[in-house]
């Protein structure tokens, strides 16, 4: 059952979310991209591609080789963190529609707050459960709710296996799924604000 558990938590990180969440947008909601594939095309490089480079990257990474899983855990975050900001950038020089903002905006600022909990706060808030709750969340506010009939037996299957290996106890999973819920709800109100 541990190689079961440790196989789902794999499927499951969070630039995999990712991708099944850009492409479920493409094929559903193209219009959140704007005209063109240009902009689905770098989301996959900034939000799946570059934080999936910090795993194999991280045995060259001074500060974080010989660190064993956690140093891959950190340099991944890390590796996305950088993706979220350069995406983010990119989407300013492109003129991104307000849509794709929020996509950007609530994986960098949800990014963020995991990582000012896990390494300022002492709180060991579940990056792995904010990768799953975050995509089913946009999904659903981005006029895809069918998302959640996928989502939540998968979160149900993720958090059964991050308790299974020991990875997080149940109020870690908690608070890393609810960090993109929060975000997400305070760029709704940002976005109809102004």
Not at 89 to 113: F, Q, T
Not at 136 to 160: D, K, N, Q, R, T
Request: aromatic content about 12%; proline content about 6%.
């Amino acid at each position: 059952m541990k190689v079961f558990a440790k196989v789902v938590r794999i499927l499951t990180l969070a630039p995999v979310m990712a991708l099944a969440t850009l492409l479920t947008l493409f094929f559903v909601r193209p219009e959140v991209f704007g005209e063109g594939a240009l902009r689905f095309w770098l989301a996959i490089g900034f939000l799946v591609a570059f934080p999936l480079l910090g795993y194999p990257c991280q045995p060259l990474v001074p500060g974080f080789k010989g660190r064993g899983r956690e140093g891959q855990r950190n340099l991944a975050m890390v590796f996305a963190l950088v993706g979220y900001v350069a995406g983010c950038i990119v989407n300013l020089i492109l003129g991104a529609p307000a849509e794709l903002w929020i996509v950007y905006l609530d994986y960098l600022i949800s990014g963020w707050i995991v990582v000012v909990l896990n390494k300022c706060c002492g709180i060991r808030a579940s990056a792995h459960a904010c990768g799953i709750s975050g995509p089913a969340a946009l999904l659903a506010y981005l006029g895809v709710p069918v998302a959640l009939v996928v989502s939540v037996p998968l979160f149900i299957a993720v958090f059964w296996a991050s308790l299974k290996i020991k990875r997080h106890t149940w109020p870690q999973f908690a608070v890393g799924a609810t960090v993109p819920l929060v975000v997400l709800g305070l760029l709704h109100v940002a976005f109809h604000l102004f």
